[in-house]
């Protein structure tokens, strides 16, 4: 279960779009939240020499200020005492190891691009951190109208499990959140016949047996997977198959408000990298609901802890 809830917010009301969501789990988990600003130091430099501005230190002090002024005032938007750290660096690098100085931290961020909020832009700083951490990602796809005030409810939940253990690592995630948040917890199991049509060489094979012996495992696998959860206290549980294509699907699935939508990817270890062209990606970029993303090593790996910096930390109050 997570502990604490980490919400780097760079100033912009994109970036403000997930603070109802750790409003609302912060409150119903009963866990402290901890705000991070983050002053980028390469673009600092950059923009100041385009500005010819001749105190590089004084701007870089000034721009300290006003990102500490916004997060104390960011952080009297809770009902409840909020912590608030600012720091220097890269900000991916900065939220990466942030996150990784106690375990069981949830990272909260809104996607959001270069290009506005139309499309979520390769290399950003939220793809950066999903690339590169071992922590649970929760992440909001900021819209044109979206609010940043007061909490934003979940009361259903899609799991999508393709049969894999890689997929299953999320239901310890999400037995642990069911309990807390009392959602409506739907298993969807999406298989493509296009991809299995692809694995014949030289034959045609009986389509009619192939689609209903593919239904007949999907709807097998998830039954069991629904009686594994019944067991372990889970109440509102149901499950869907389909036969469309996994991402597809996936996002028809959470179209209802108040929905969430939690998902494994691969992270650190494993292929090394988001697989671009990923179901995960897929459903990151273009659901307009929120995603929870965790690591396949989340369980497994240990945290390891940040080296002390004095000179990055700045002497405000946080709750580390």
């Known amino acids: 279960m997570y502990r604490r809830i980490l919400v780097p917010l760079d100033g912009s009301k994109v970036a403000e779009q997930v603070l109802p969501y750790a409003r609302y789990l912060a409150g119903k988990l009963k866990i402290p939240v901890d705000l991070l600003g983050v ?52 900000p991916e690098d900065v939220v990466i190891e942030k996150a990784a100085d106690g375990r069981n931290t949830l990272i909260a961020m809104a996607t959001h691009g270069r290009s506005g909020i139309d499309r979520w832009l ?66 969807l199991r999406a298989y493509n016949l296009r991809q299995v049509i692809s694995t014949f060489e030289g034959t045609i094979p009986d389509w009619e047996k192939l689609e209903a012996k593919a239904k007949m495992d999907a709807l097998g696998y998830l039954d069991s997977k629904v009686r594994e959860l019944k067991h372990q206290g889970l109440i509102e549980i149901v499950s869907r198959a389909s036969d469309r294509e996994a991402a597809r699907e996936i996002i028809e699935a959470a179209a209802e408000p108040d929905s969430l939508i939690a998902m494994c990817t691969h992270g650190r270890s494993g292929v090394k990298r988001w697989v671009l062209g990923s179901v995960t990606e897929k459903v990151v970029r273009h659901s307009d609901r929120p995603v929870l993303v965790i690591p396949a090593k989340a369980l497994q790996e240990e945290k390891p802890a940040e080296p002390i910096d004095e000179m990055r930390d700045f002497p405000k109050y946080s709750l580390d």
């Open 39 to 90: 002053v980028d130091l390469v673009g600092t430099v950059t923009s100041t020499m385009m500005a010819n501005v001749r105190n590089l230190d004084a701007f870089i002090t000034d721009c300290v200020h006003r990102s500490e002024a916004y997060l104390e005032h960011m952080s009297k938007t809770f009902p409840d005492v909020v912590g608030w750290t600012v720091r220097k660096g890269k």
């Open 122 to 187: 390769l290399g950003s700083v939220v793809e950066k951190v999903l690339r590169g951490t071992t922590n649970s990602l929760l992440l909001v796809r900021a819209t044109e109208h979206g609010k940043s005030e007061g909490e934003s409810a979940i009361k259903r939940v899609i799991v999508p499990l393709d049969g894999s253990p890689l997929a299953e690592k999320v239901l310890p995630y999400i037995t642990g959140l069911a309990k807390e948040l009392a959602f409506e917890t739907v298993l």
